[in-house]
């Protein structure tokens, strides 16, 4: 199964430079198991040609607010009335003033005002609004278009981006449209539940690095894509998350904050010092339960036939967190070459630990796809063999499942 397996978007495009990266959003959404239907504004089409969109969705696209094609000669019903979601990328400063104050004076900006809102008589469902603001910085930095989007906010429509940085006038600042790929998580994400709004998550993730001498170390083949996976999933779910991390060759997540440290000491600093106020701590990272007695300040020659190393133990991380009277709700990963139940109960025992993930190395450790079993109170749950992206949400679900009711406000 894909992201958007069965998902209907809208897609507008608007007449902004960041119109030529939508081709590129296409083919991401059809990838991502979506159907596409391009509506383009008479800007927008000056900038790319319908017959792109056209090619790239596999669907006919809309300019028109007149198109005879639509059932009933209405375009603007049938373009959002069976939609999941409509997206605008890029949104013009142009088109956001127009949707901020209710105009529909083409096919883009009455649709957007047609579309369904959940609560509303005759709406069987809520159809979302994501706007993809891309214009220069003066434009984004204007009153009137920072009015504009407060109202937009206000009226609910989801606002992804802008980013910032070089701008096509040669200009830099706030109101580059987002990556095409950073939008397709945003929408991704958009369709998930907000299991985990308002709350603070703290992970760890990845191997740590014990130097012996300037050039070496001991380290674990630990990859940190679990860690990452579960970082981006409590994100989605709308918490505000904390990602402390071992060397790995990975990106932080959109939206993540993600503090870099290389050795379990430094993990450990920089656990505690981020831990007041967290609602859950994970930790997923591989963390060498020991490291060299001495640093040698200059690189270990060859000599020798044998070297024995002296090791000393190493801070544990989970365990001091989970004995702090503080204490966040505190998840445990146990990747095991054998008993997997076994040890995962005694760890998850040992430790005091509500929950702990378990897995069997040989089918984790640096692999893409994950079997999890999860080890609770209630029991043993395995969850389905899946993509990590996905068993990480699976894992945020019964996280979110796990946390103290909050009283209402
Ligand atoms: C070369 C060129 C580039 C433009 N780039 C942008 C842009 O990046 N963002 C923006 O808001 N407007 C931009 N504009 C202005 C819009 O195209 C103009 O406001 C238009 O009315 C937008 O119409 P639409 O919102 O219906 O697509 C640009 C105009 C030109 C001529």
């Given at each position: 199964m894909t992201d958007l397996d069965g998902k209907c978007i809208t897609l507008g495009v608007t007449g902004g430079v960041a119109a030529y990266k939508a081709a590129e959003l296409v083919r991401l959404l059809g990838k991502a198991g979506a159907r596409v239907r391009v509506v383009l504004t008479g800007a927008g089409a000056r900038f790319v040609t319908p017959v792109t969109f056209q090619a790239l969705s596999g669907n006919p696209v809309w300019t028109d607010?007149?198109?005879?094609?639509a059932s009933n000669n209405m375009a603007h019903i049938e373009l959002s009335r069976d939609a999941d979601a409509i997206v605008v990328a890029p949104a013009s400063a142009d088109f956001l003033a127009r949707i901020a104050h209710g105009l529909a004076n083409d096919l883009l900006t009455t649709l957007c005002l047609a579309r369904p809102r959940a609560g509303v008589e005759g709406a069987a469902r809520d159809c979302p609004l994501l706007v993809a603001p891309a214009m220069n910085v003066q434009m984004w930095e204007n009153p009137a278009t920072r009015r504009n989007m407060d109202v937009l906010r206000q009226d609910g429509v989801v606002v992804l981006g802008p980013g910032s940085g070089d701008q096509a006038c040669g200009e830099t600042g706030m109101g580059r449209m987002l990556e095409p790929e950073e939008l397709l998580d945003d929408i991704v994400a958009a369709f998930l539940p907000a299991l985990l709004a308002g709350r603070r998550v703290l992970l760890t993730a990845g191997p740590t690095f014990e130097p012996l001498d300037p050039v070496r170390g001991l380290t674990n083949s630990s990859s940190g894509r679990m860690g990452y996976a579960l970082a981006r999933a409590a994100a989605e779910a709308g918490a505000q998350v904390t990602l402390v991390s071992g060397p790995v060759s990975l990106a932080a997540p959109r939206g993540v904050r993600r503090v870099d440290v290389t050795t379990a000491r430094e993990m450990h600093a920089a656990v505690m010092e981020r831990l007041a106020g967290q609602d859950v701590f994970i930790g997923v990272a591989a963390v060498a339960d020991f490291r060299p007695a001495?640093?040698?300040?200059?690189k270990i020659k060859k000599g020798a036939a044998r070297l024995t190393l002296d090791l000393v133990a190493n801070p544990d991380i989970l365990a001091e967190v989970a004995v702090r009277?503080?204490?966040?709700?505190c998840v445990g990963f146990a990747a095991e070459s054998e008993n997997l139940d076994a040890y995962a109960e005694a760890k998850r025992r040992a430790k005091g630990l509500p929950l702990v993930v378990g897995n069997l190395v040989h089918e984790a450790l640096g692999r893409e796809d994950s079997t999890v079993v999860l080890f609770d109170d209630a029991g043993r749950h395995p969850l389905p063999p899946g993509p990590k992206m996905e068993v990480a949400r699976r894992i945020i679900a019964h996280i979110a499942a796990m946390m103290p009711r909050r009283a209402p406000v």
């Open positions: 607010l007149w198109d005879p094609r001495e640093f040698a300040v200059r009277p503080d204490r966040p709700l």
